[in-house]
């Protein structure tokens, strides 16, 4: 490759990745806005607790379940269709959600947007796995997965200044537009890069997607994701509420505490697909420089997390819980970074798609365990041991169980 070609293949991989990063904050700042919103949805629409339970929770089912068949879709239509009509979908879901006059109207809304946000990740392991070389492919999913702690560091401020101005209701309208403004410019400025070995390939039929479910490291990737996942959507759905219920810190003052630990989530994924390129340059294989990081990250989070139980004092909590996301961002980065370095090369998007569902299942968990564990005790210390030990699970999976790449079988 000449000098001229090595410039614009960089330009190509640098504008893929903002492209990536763009779809994810949007992707990430759509599905909080509920979040955000909560009371004056719920005042509005005269909601009660239970409701408002239902209707947050109707996202994360959507986006589990959708995530085998959108996976797979991604390696048969190809990143660009597939996430162009995914963001228009999701784009049109929260600008409905605007127009909702009920909790059943709303619940669809939210549906909608998380069949439409399923396929960011397994496109974003798929585009990685295409447009950057082995040694390279860390880093790049650590920016794509950055979007994950990025998107919610910034959702609370944006939004309230949107509900603030115009109301709820034009706020997710005005978010609803926003998406698809950054669809148009997925559309037309990315570009697929089918690699040799795809080309080859060609597309897995039904036969060698039975295979991927036929190997073992795919279903210890999925069950290792799972305390991932669940530690990931504990600090995600009940950190609020430990500042508030644990730590007695007040309603306003929550609000800034809580946005730091995510903003170490973003250094964190960074640091993680850093420290994955850096590995495989040392000589290790391409899983093993995956999985050590997956599983000192994972540790590293249980460990901080346990730290939080007796903190001493707020600002020695809010440390121990901005370590523990770090660390678990750091494993996230590796974990997605695994699955396009141990997926064929034509089944990326299936093996994403798989492995998020493990995740997913223990994140849907995450809230619920949390949920009853705090309303039994009164308080975070059995929820937040708990954590520590599902996330402690997750890494021994992926520490003993995850050792060579997926293989594809015809099944006998």
């Not at 763009?22 to 509005?44: C, E, F, K, Q």
């Not at 650590?142 to 115009?166: C, E, H």
């Not at 037309?188 to 080309?199: I, W």
Request: proline share 5%; net charge positive.
């Amino acid at each position: 490759m000449g000098a001229g070609e090595a410039r614009g293949l960089r330009r190509r991989q640098g504008l893929t990745l903002g492209l990536l990063l763009l779809a994810g904050v949007t992707n990430y700042t759509d599905r909080v806005a509920l979040s955000v919103a909560n009371p004056l949805i719920r005042a509005d629409l005269h909601l009660d607790a239970a409701q408002m339970g239902l209707l947050l929770s109707a996202f994360i089912w959507a986006y589990a379940l959708a995530q085998l068949p959108t996976g797979a879709l991604v390696d048969r239509l190809g990143p660009r269709r597939l996430l162009t009509v995914a963001m228009l979908l999701w784009s049109a879901a929260q600008a409905a959600a605007g127009l909702a006059g009920n909790a059943a109207q709303f619940a669809v809304a939210r549906i909608a947007l998380g069949v439409g946000e399923a396929p960011q990740f397994p496109v974003g392991a798929t585009v990685v796995r295409s447009w950057f070389a082995p040694r390279q492919r860390g880093l790049a999913t650590g920016v794509f997965n950055s979007a994950s702690t990025l998107g919610p560091a910034l959702a609370p401020p944006l939004v309230t200044a949107l509900m603030l101005a115009f109301g709820w209701r034009v706020a997710f309208a005005l978010m609803g537009a926003a998406g698809l403004v950054v669809a148009g410019l997925w559309a037309g400025l990315y570009r697929e890069r089918r690699t040799p070995a795809a080309r080859v390939a060609g597309p897995l039929g039904v036969t060698g997607r039975r295979g991927l479910f036929a190997s073992p490291t795919l279903w210890a990737m999925m069950l290792g994701n799972a305390g991932s996942g669940y530690m990931n959507w504990f600090y995600a759905a009940w950190l609020p509420g430990f500042l508030e219920i644990q730590r007695h810190v007040s309603v306003p003052k929550t609000g800034w505490l809580a946005a730091i630990p995510f903003a170490f989530g973003v250094l964190g994924s960074l640091t993680g697909g850093w420290l994955c390129d850096r590995l495989a340059r040392a000589g290790l294989s391409p899983v093993l420089s995956r999985k050590l990081p997956i599983v000192a990250g994972m540790l590293a989070g249980a460990a901080f997390t346990g730290l939080a139980i007796g903190a001493a004092s707020d600002v020695w909590a809010v440390s121990a819980v901005s370590a523990a996301i770090f660390a678990s961002n750091l494993a996230g980065a590796a974990i997605w970074a695994l699955a396009s370095t141990a997926a064929p090369a034509d089944a990326v998007g299936a093996v994403g798609g798989a492995q998020n569902f493990g995740g997913l299942v223990g994140g849907a968990i995450a809230p619920i365990v949390t949920g009853y564990l705090v309303q039994a005790s009164g308080g975070f210390v059995a929820a937040l041991a708990t954590t520590a030990a599902v996330a402690s699970g997750g890494a021994l999976v992926y520490l003993f169980a995850v050792r060579r790449p997926i293989g594809v079988s015809p099944p006998r």
